[in-house]
């Protein structure tokens, strides 16, 4: 039996990791998921310190802001959407391991790419309609990429429905 439980969740972190990004990194989307989606697929967080929740999954770091309530302060991150208190407003995977940019399921003409950045070997992946930026790098010079970080912050087409109207 315990055989049979690690083989199914050695097969849900392959498959999961294995979803096209744009759909969010084990699915986790932003203005869409909470916290308890988010405790289902990464389990219980190693730290919460000022409404910035770190996890630990066997092949990623991830950090997640979760919204404070609707529209509680509309000029910050946490409080500035009209969603309620434990949505997922952002958040970003660092993998453990050296994951090949190659590897990854995305959509490629969806991103713009910078590659003039201010570090030698890093590049970055802008996908602004789904709010995603992946930064990669080159470790030696004719290696592939391998993925440093990704961003996940507010696609486009949400951003502008849920976010609220400033204070004055």
């Known amino acids: 039996m315990k ?23 084990k699915g986790i989307r932003v203005l869409n998921s909470n916290r308890r989606d988010v405790e289902e697929k990464l389990g219980k967080p190693v730290s919460d310190e000022s409404g910035e929740v770190r996890y630990e999954t066997p092949e990623a770091h991830a950090r997640v802001l979760y919204s404070i309530g609707p529209c509680v302060a509309a000029d910050t991150v946490r409080g500035g959407y009209d969603v309620k208190e434990g949505t997922v407003v952002q958040y970003e995977v660092q993998p453990k391991n050296l994951t090949r940019f190659d590897e990854l399921k995305w959509d490629k003409s969806r991103y713009e790419s910078d590659e003039t950045s201010h570090q030698v070997g890093v590049f970055y992946y802008f996908n602004p309609q789904d709010g995603i930026l992946i930064v990669a790098q080159k470790i030696t010079s004719g290696s592939p990429e391998t993925i440093r970080t990704m961003y996940f912050q507010r696609p486009k087409e949400l951003e502008s429905k849920y976010r609220c109207k400033p204070t004055k």
């Open 3 to 25: 055989t049979l439980v690690l083989i199914c969740l050695t097969n849900f972190f392959l498959l999961s990791s294995l979803c096209d990004i744009e759909q969010g990194w």
